[in-house]
């Protein structure tokens, strides 16, 4: 089963707001068996808007919406599915009722443009929307289920969670979609891939591995499609295990998560404790490694030690250290790492320094020197 999203906006296309709504419900949709073949973003304006709606039946059987039914005008998204269907526009008394209740509620007057809201096309099937007052439209068109919902994202994943992926559950005989993922790092992408070449060649056909890099990182995703979800899962672990015995040396998780956490998991497993002393990066790894629940088990604290002051009183670097090196060389750094160990009283630390930009370069250290 395949799903196509179509997100309606302006502001996400001139890049004053970031689509977060596609790749929440993408992960919600994979969750249940159904993969997003495409998702697509387009302007406000109807022909844009048509010509997404003709080009994603053709690829998924589910189109999923979201944006462009406001009170506005520059809200176009149900006028556009009124003329696409040619279903003309009917007021809907239920929705009228909720808009009108929530306006009450707020102690706010009604308008001609708020009534409007509860204009459908006639022929959807209504969905209401507990958080909002457009309503959601579900479309069901040539053997095609359109669904419209607002883009608001606290609305759109309420009526995901309550309303739309349940009726697709209960609407189609869905598959098993199974991930299993890999964190590497300390070797890229196309030598990793050479390492584990045979592995990868004598996947069946229902088992794909994807090589998703980023800096330093590679994770190794395998997924999994078919009838029986345990079958799966076992099936999957043959070639995890077959992968992280043949690139051991690399592998730092086991699991879907963040480097930090991998780190944290292992020093927490082990009793080991950490300590940060940081200057370009003011604070930034403390707070990857605090984001993560129950880090204050590893994590005993961080400095973060701009000036040479700083780095001499609390992190206990040499003056004589600072004139002949530098605060960007790796004497300095060896020194603040040692400093932090003493002043934290911990197993480990972390501690870097160097020239974020976009002044201070000097020859032999330029701008982007850690």
Known sequence: MLAEIITIGDEILIGQIVDTNSAWMGRELNKIGISVKQITSVSDNADHI??????????????????????????????????????PLRRDEETL??????????????????????????????????????????????????????????????????????????????????????????????????????????????????????????????SAIGPNEQSLKSEIEIYAQQIIERAQKYVAAEDDVALEKAILDVMKGNQLTLSTAESCTGGYISHLLTQHAGSSAVFAGGAVAYSYDLKESVLGVKHETLTEFGAVSEQTVKEMAVGAITHFKTDYSIAVSGIAGPDGGLPGKPVGTV
Not at 55 to 78: F, H, N, S, V, Y
């Open 50 to 87: 048509v010509n997404a709606l003709n080009e994603a039946q053709q690829r998924a059987d589910i189109i999923l919406i979201t944006g462009g039914l406001g009170p506005t005008k520059d809200d176009i998204t149900k006028l556009t599915l009124s003329t696409y269907f040619n279903m």
């Open 97 to 222: 009722a909720h808009v009108e209740e929530l306006f009450r509620k707020f102690n706010r007057p009604m308008i001609d443009v708020n009534i409007k809201q509860a204009d459908v096309p006639d022929g959807c099937t209504v969905i209401q929307n507990k958080n909002g007052t457009a309503p959601c439209m579900w479309f069901e068109v040539n053997g095609k289920i359109f669904v419209s919902m607002p883009g608001v994202p606290f609305e759109m994943m309420y009526l995901m969670e309550e309303e739309i992926l349940p009726r697709l559950k209960n609407n189609f005989d869905l598959p098993y979609i199974v991930h299993k993922t890999i964190l590497t790092v300390g070797q890229g992408e196309s030598f990793l891939a050479k390492e584990i070449e045979d592995i990868e060649d004598s996947l069946p056909s229902h088992i794909k591995l994807a090589y998703l890099p980023k800096l330093g990182q590679v994770r190794l995703r395998l």
